[in-house]
T-cell receptor, first 113, second 115 residues
């Protein structure tokens, strides 16, 4: 079974600064999807960004971008110009066969003003 | 955008009773819905996958007789926690897969407290 590892239980960033959240995964597949989800205090899961493994280009959504290193099985999320509203728990996820999402343990991001 | 609702958002029940949680896709058809359980500050744990018109597939370690899942239509799946006990208290989240696009969308979750 695929596994997703987020090694940073908590991270802090100063408002307007940049922060990178780490994620590694394990798979023997060559084509797959990876996601970053945000879960704010409301606990509603929000899709932040998606990456298709066969695409070499790193996905970008406004202030959010990923560094996808397929050979290293690494999928980090960079948040630029951090805002107070970015404070949340962030989950890295892998979409496995059967469309099941395998989630990492999560990283709590705190944004300091 | 695609919306998934859950009802109720918060429920308190007495030990030994059953409680039903509904998950609805409001503006799309979902052939597959997923049920997750989440403890505070922890990750989402997949409990089961429900497919419209067929029996749910449960993950290892999840009691199918305790967590009854029914996916009666393309827009509704229900999770019934039978004979609930305090250890069943948790946050339950559903997600629905759009039949057309294949995208998954999450509901807002249901907080269950068993007293």
């Amino acid at each position: 079974a695929q596994t997703v590892t987020q090694s940073q239980p908590e991270m802090s960033v100063q408002e307007a600064e940049t922060v990178t959240l780490s994620c590694t995964y394990d798979t023997s597949e060559s084509d797959y999807y990876l996601f970053w989800y945000k879960q704010p205090p409301s606990r509603q899961m929000i899709l932040v960004i998606r990456q298709e493994a066969y695409k070499q280009q790193n996905a970008t959504e406004n202030r959010f971008s990923v560094n996808f290193q397929k050979a290293a099985k690494s999928f980090s999320l960079k948040i630029s110009d951090s805002q107070l509203g970015d404070a949340a728990m962030y989950f890295c996820a892998y979409l496995e066969y059967g469309n099941k999402l395998v989630f990492g343990a999560g990283t709590i991001l705190r944004v300091k003003s | 955008g695609a919306v998934v609702s859950q009802h109720p958002s918060w429920v308190i029940c007495k030990s030994g009773t059953s409680v039903k949680i509904e998950c609805r896709s409001l503006d799309f058809q979902a052939t597959t819905m997923f049920w997750y359980r989440q403890f505070p500050k922890q990750s989402l744990m997949l409990m089961a996958t429900s497919n419209e018109g067929s029996k749910a597939t449960y993950e290892q370690g999840v009691e199918k007789d305790k967590f009854l899942i029914n996916h009666a239509s393309l827009t509704l799946s229900t999770l019934t926690v039978t004979s609930a006990h305090p250890e069943d208290s948790s946050f339950y989240i559903c997600s629905a897969q759009d039949r057309g696009s294949g995208e998954q969308y999450f509901g807002p979750g249901t907080r269950l407290t068993v007293t």
